[in-house]
């Protein structure tokens, strides 16, 4: 399913055809072949912008809990940085991870590596909930996490 999410920016939900597409992307930005460690995950939420018909970024996640949804990993295309990518991915996890019923998006993230994901989550709403020295990429590893709405109409 496709949604337009802002003037030139395409949302594409249950984006596995991309896949090749997004794997080189990842390696591009984390010079890795590694998305997550299972595609399998039930849900898995795994979204892909798109502007003028080019991947311009993507964000995949799973539950970690029956309460807790955890945005495993997200990249933006270098030539679409700047341009809200990031933000339209992440609200657009945000509402498909309300409307799976769940109560809180958690993500981690490397400041000195990725400091533009710590702004974006707190101009999302989050907060820090847990920050631990991790000595595989010299960083400090930050947990953020947000409350989402509640969709119970009385």
Do not use: C
Not at 10 to 23: G, K, M
Not at 74 to 88: C, I, M
Not at 94 to 122: C, H, K, N, R, W
Request: hydrophobic share 45%; net charge neutral; aromatic share 12%.
């Amino acid at each position: 399913m496709q949604q337009k999410v802002a003037d030139d920016i395409i949302v594409q939900r249950d984006s596995i055809p991309h896949l090749d597409a997004v794997r080189e992307l990842n390696r591009q930005v984390f010079g890795e072949d590694r998305l997550i460690n299972r595609l399998d995950h039930d849900p898995l939420i795994f979204l892909t912008a798109h502007i003028e018909g080019s991947l311009a970024g993507f964000k995949i996640g799973y539950a970690l809990n029956r309460r807790v949804f955890y945005s495993a990993k997200s990249a933006t295309a270098p030539e679409f940085r700047r341009r809200g990518v990031a933000g339209v991915l992440m609200k657009a996890m945000m509402d498909d991870a309300t409307l799976l019923g769940f109560a809180e998006l958690q993500y981690d993230t490397f400041p000195s590596l990725y400091p533009g994901m710590l702004v974006i989550g707190f101009r999302h709403g989050f907060n820090i909930k847990s920050m631990e020295w991790n000595k595989d990429f010299d960083d400090f590893q930050v947990r953020l996490a947000r409350t989402l709405p509640d969709l119970y109409i009385r």
